[in-house]
């Protein structure tokens, strides 16, 4: 079995640059895709990267994903921040035992 | 534009079935490039996920959840369906269903979500 760890809450200023990273607790970041979604309070997750760094149409290019096998980490970096970016963030894995994980989220607040 | 719609009863009583409908409108759930999914947020966690299903009826299942949830398709209404049996307050949760988008690895396990139905919360209460 193998778990995703996030950061509980980050938080930065408006127009600066944030990374929450995602820590595969075992087998390698890099074996199977990570994805990553937003929520924003009372609403549905929605996709802003997956397939580990692609952006689905409709979201900035602000919005950049990657992963870093020395680590065994993925990271989910958001560029000129702005307040509507302020949302809880989760990464989403998988593989052939456990098959689809998620992180324990991260709250992001832009102040 | 594919939208998720959940339906089914907010209130549960302990030990009994929980039971909930996706219908699908805007694309079929035929669509041999997908999966169609269930993933449930208990009030201010996070997101879990619970099974699939391909629309030939072929599911898998959360390990954690398995003994106890059993999904299915109606490609006839365009829909699929979550019975979570054995119930208890630690199954209280928004309930969300979503398309299942397969990867590049091509793995059935693989994939995200996308889109997401707006969620229905279910409460387990005597």
């Known amino acids: 079995n193998f778990m995703l760890t996030q950061p509980h809450s980050v938080s930065e200023s408006p127009g600066k640059t944030v990374t929450i990273s995602c820590t595969r607790s075992s087998g390698s970041i890099a074996s199977n895709y990570v994805q990553w979604y937003q929520q924003r309070p009372g609403s549905a997750p929605t996709t802003v990267i997956y397939?580990?760094?692609?952006?689905p149409s409709g979201v900035p290019d602000r919005f950049s994903g990657s992963i870093d096998s020395s680590s065994n980490s993925a990271s989910l970096t958001i560029s000129g921040l702005k307040t509507e970016d302020e949302a809880d963030y989760y990464c989403?894995?998988?593989?052939?035992?456990?098959?689809?994980?998620f992180g324990g989220g991260t709250k992001l607040t832009v102040l | 534009q594919l939208q998720l719609q959940e339906s089914g009863p907010g209130l549960v009583k302990p030990s009994e079935t929980l039971s909930l409908t996706c219908t699908v409108s805007g694309g079929s759930i035929s669509s041999s490039s997908y999966y169609w999914g269930w993933i449930r947020q208990p009030p201010g966690k996070g997101l879990e996920w619970i099974g699939s299903i391909y629309y030939s009826g072929s599911t898998y299942y959360n390990p954690s959840l398995k003994s106890r949830v059993t999904i299915s398709v109606d490609t006839s209404k365009n829909q699929f369906s979550l019975k979570l049996s054995s119930v208890t307050a630690a199954d209280t949760a928004v309930y969300y269903c979503?398309?299942?988008?397969?990867?590049?690895?091509?793995?059935?396990?693989?994939?995200?979500?996308?889109?997401w139905g707006q969620g229905t919360l279910v409460t387990v209460s005597s």
């Open positions: 989403q894995s998988y593989d052939s035992s456990n098959h689809q994980v």
């Open positions: 979503a398309r299942h988008i397969l990867d590049s690895s091509g793995y059935y396990y693989s994939g995200w979500f996308d889109p």
């Open positions: 397939e580990d760094n692609q952006r």
